[in-house]
Every structure is written in structure tokens, then in C-alpha cells.
């Protein structure tokens, strides 16, 4: 909820984007960034290769499109899928005087902070 940065009188402005995640049967997500490597086979493919062949998925066989071998170990180890409304933005004025952080134009409107969890479900 941004406990500490309601405490440091920071200005909230709501949600960031909202996201579908991939969760993996260890509860881990696999990050939009780890699967572009994958489908790209860009410098660290290997490491998210091995850790879904870790947790079930078959190897890429040779010759396979690797973002087709990437739907199939994640369909093959039952990882699904999530929606995340969006991770809460705070904002703070930034100066090295309080009249200059007092001129600071923040974009986003300030809204009222969250202070209940069933806040959180609106």
C-alpha cells in the first residue's frame, strides 16, 4: 500500500499499468523480459531455458522455433497466468529547497492514499 511513502508525505497517483503475469508452479513469475530472451535467443536464454526444463518443461528440441518451444514448456509445467492491476505510484517533488520543491509540477493528480487492504479491490 506504500506505508513508508505515505510516511515520507509522498503524492499518490494511483495505479501504474496494469499487466498479465506468467506464474510458475513455484509460484515464481517469469518476466516479460526473460521470455523475450527466449524468443529472441538473446544473451541469457539459456538460464531461463534450463530453469523451466528444471521445473518439468521438455528441452527445445533442435530446429524449434524457440517461441513456440516457450508456450509449449510453459503449457507442459501448468504455468498460468494473472492479471496485476498495476504496482501503486508515489511521487515525490524533487528540489534542494522547500520553496523550490514547492514550484514542482507533478503531472499526475495527488489522490487520496490507501489505507485499507479492501481499498485495494477497488
Known sequence: MGTIYQA???RYTGRGA???LVVLPD???LNNRAMSKVRQQERGHEAVERRLVELGAAPPRAGQRP????????DGIGASKMRH????RYAFPLGTT???RRGVRIAFDSLPYVKQPHE???
Do not use: F, Q, V, Y
Open 120 to 122: 485495494l479491490a477497488a
Open 18 to 20: 496494469p499487466a498479465t
Open 27 to 29: 509460484g515464481k513469475i
Open 98 to 100: 522547500r520553496s523550490e
Open 85 to 88: 492491476r498495476g504496482c501503486h
Open 8 to 10: 515520507s508525505n509522498a
Open 67 to 74: 517461441a513456440e518451444w516457450l508456450w509449449a514448456a510453459l
